[in-house]
Structure formats: structure tokens, C-alpha cells
């Protein structure tokens, strides 16, 4: 697999984890937000989909191929990563909220609340953000292999 493949891969990681903590940062922006833009009732909490992006090729034959310096079968990539299929709204109920006095509240006084639960974006903030950073990790690696393997030419 080429460096450059590599870089694809790592680069798909770091695009995803970072749309994933873009959509958390909503999600906690939204977590008291009684009305959207449509009328529709409360902000409903939105979830990220991945999909592994895996080439033609699977793992087992490109580490055959690289332990036996073989090329790649023609019209086959092996070149993976991540890619973003979808971004979900979180079908869970809307808690209720006693406040008579909010604009929102049903004649009995409650108002439907957003289903952000802080304690489930924040576990899911701290995970996306070590998924980055294992990519930027990822990525510093790839650059030291290749400026070492620039400096065996000199």
C-alpha cells in the first residue's frame, strides 16, 4: 500500500471524527431548544453513520502481496478509510418538563424537551476526539517514515 493511500486513509478518519464533533457541538447547542425552524416541536438530537470504505482488495491479500513484494492484481485498489453514509435524528422520546409559563407548554402545562442527553454527548465528544487524535498520531507517523525513507536517497 502506498503512502499515499495511507494518507487518504488517515485524512477519511480525521474529516469523519471532525463532521462527528461538529454534530455533537449542535446537538449540546440544541439541548433547550423547544422549537425548530419547521414548527415541528423540539430540536431531536442527530447521530452520525459510518461505513468503512474498503477497497476491492481485502487485508489479508495486501499483506500477502507486501510480504512477497507482489503488485496489485490489476483493476483492484486497496486503498480504505471512512466515509460519512448518514446523519440521523435519535427517534427516542422527548422528555416532558413541567413550566406553565414557557411558550411551548400543552394545556396541561408541559413542554417538550430536546433528547440531548449531556452525559451521552460528552462520552461520545471525548470518544470522537481520541478517534482524531489517533489519526493525527497516525499521520505524524506516516510523515517521520517517509522523511526517513527521503533521507536513505541522500
Request: glycine share 10%; charged share 20%; net charge negative.
Amino acid at each position: 500500500m502506498g503512502f499515499l493511500s495511507t494518507m487518504n486513509i488517515v485524512g477519511s478518519g480525521l474529516t469523519a471524527q471532525q463532521l462527528r464533533l461538529d454534530i455533537i457541538a449542535e446537538n449540546v447547542t440544541n439541548s433547550t431548544t423547544t422549537r425548530v425552524e419547521n414548527g415541528e416541536g423540539p430540536y431531536r438530537r442527530k447521530v452520525v453513520v459510518f461505513e468503512a470504505e474498503t477497497g476491492k482488495d481485502g487485508f489479508r491479500a495486501a499483506m500477502a502481496r507486501a510480504a512477497y513484494g507482489l503488485a496489485p492484481a490489476s483493476g483492484k485498489t486497496t486503498a480504505g478509510g471512512v466515509r460519512v453514509t448518514n446523519i440521523l435524528e435519535d427517534p427516542s422520546d422527548l422528555p416532558l418538563v413541567y413550566d406553565p409559563t414557557h411558550p411551548d407548554a400543552n394545556e396541561e402545562g408541559y413542554v417538550e424537551m430536546p433528547n440531548v442527553d449531556m452525559v451521552k454527548e460528552m462520552t461520545d465528544a471525548m470518544a470522537a476526539a481520541q478517534a482524531y487524535a489517533s489519526n493525527v498520531t497516525a499521520f505524524n507517523t506516516l510523515k517521520t517514515v517517509i522523511a526517513q525513507g527521503l533521507e536513505i536517497g541522500k
